[in-house]
């Protein structure tokens, strides 16, 4: 069992930065590949972000390449969002998972956090 605790979210004006934290408990954070989605009302929770076990391979939606970045402490069992240049279009509920699979697809993840709010302003 892995538990799941985002925080970092809040409103913050169009162009500016958020970092996101996800803290882990539970079974060996260095196992699991770690996720970021986010989801707005009436639409399906989406894929922002996935880096594997180690770290050592990324990736992340074509709508966030090149702003956000996707990084984790192993010794710290964290994985961290960072967004910068926010749109209005980021504006969600953002969510860490974790998971066996390195993939984009929900289904590939077991655990999920409460989520956090995030709101950028034009």
């Known amino acids: 069992q892995v538990q799941l605790v985002e925080s970092g979210g809040g409103l913050v004006q169009a162009g500016g930065s958020l970092r996101l934290s996800c803290a882990a408990s539970g079974r060996p954070f260095n196992s699991y590949v770690m996720g970021w989605f986010r989801q707005t009302p009436g639409k399906e929770r989406e894929f922002v972000a996935a880096i594997s076990g180690t770290g050592a391979s990324t990736k992340y939606a074509d709508s966030v390449k090149g702003r956000f970045t996707i990084s984790r402490d192993n010794a710290k069992n964290t994985v961290y969002l960072q967004m910068d240049s926010l749109k209005p279009e980021d504006t969600a509920v953002y969510y860490c998972?974790?998971?066996?699979?390195?993939?984009?697809?929900?289904?590939?993840?077991?655990?999920w956090g409460q989520g956090t709010q995030v709101t950028v302003s034009s």
């Open positions: 998972a974790a998971g066996r699979l390195y993939s984009q697809a929900r289904s590939s993840y077991d655990y």
